[in-house]
């Protein structure tokens, strides 16, 4: 089994469910004693969509920002590495083209530069490490045929191919856009034949799908 992997982990989560963060941290060390190496993104969540509403309220354009997005990423990833110390190196890293160095088994990983989301960072991670599959851990448990929100009936789509999933999500990012994986990722993500795991904030579930079994949530190959 190849025991590297990308894992993603939502801003909102970070910042509203401390007990799942703190079960995350716990299975991360879990697993780097057992020989896994990770590379961890942290998402901007609702601190990023906040200071963007400032944002947009006094004219800022499209890089301005996205580079407040980017600033609340980093942030939250400041604060996982700190949470994750001794396992993880004590550098957060914020360009996902440069060389990694697994000094120690965990690397926490921020947003790069206006114009990319971390789904799209956390693609290129991957291949540079040569993961097989990245993990975007949300608040929402998967992929949905419509936003659950505000659609009762919406129904959860357990396995995707990249082609469908694209037909859903539209070819455009913008900053700020809330969707389970962004469209500019996703075409990556094809190109390099990887799988992404959609998956909700459960720790169980985390860990199936880490050790590629079934799990609730959405699998996109």
Not at 111 to 118: E, F, H
Request: glycine share 12%.
């Amino acid at each position: 089994m190849n025991k590297r992997a990308v894992l993603s982990l939502g801003g909102s989560v970070i910042t509203s469910n401390k007990p799942f963060v703190e079960a995350f941290v716990s299975l991360i060390r879990e697993f780097a004693g057992n020989g896994w190496e990770f590379i961890v993104y942290s998402g901007g969540g609702k601190l990023a969509r906040e200071f963007q509403q400032q944002g947009k309220k006094i004219g800022m354009d499209d890089t301005g920002l996205d580079w407040l997005g980017i600033y609340a990423s980093r942030i939250h990833a400041h604060l996982l590495c700190g949470m994750l110390s001794g396992v993880a190196s004590p550098e957060v890293i914020t360009d996902p083209t440069l060389p990694v160095n697994f000094s120690k088994p965990v690397i926490c990983a921020g947003g790069w530069k206006p114009g990319w989301s971390t789904d799209f960072d956390a693609v290129k991670s991957a291949s540079l490490i040569g993961a097989k599959k990245v993990l975007n851990i949300t608040n929402v448990d998967g992929v949905y045929d419509k936003d659950p929100s505000q659609f009762p009936d919406a129904k959860k789509l357990a396995v995707l191919s990249w082609p469908a999933f694209q037909k859903l999500v539209g070819k455009r990012w913008t900053p700020g856009l809330s969707m389970p994986f962004d469209p500019i990722a996703s075409r990556e993500a094809a190109m390099l034949g990887l799988k992404v795991c959609i998956i909700g904030p459960s720790i169980g579930e985390v860990r199936k799908a880490l050790h590629d079994e079934g799990f609730f949530g959405t699998v996109i190959s």
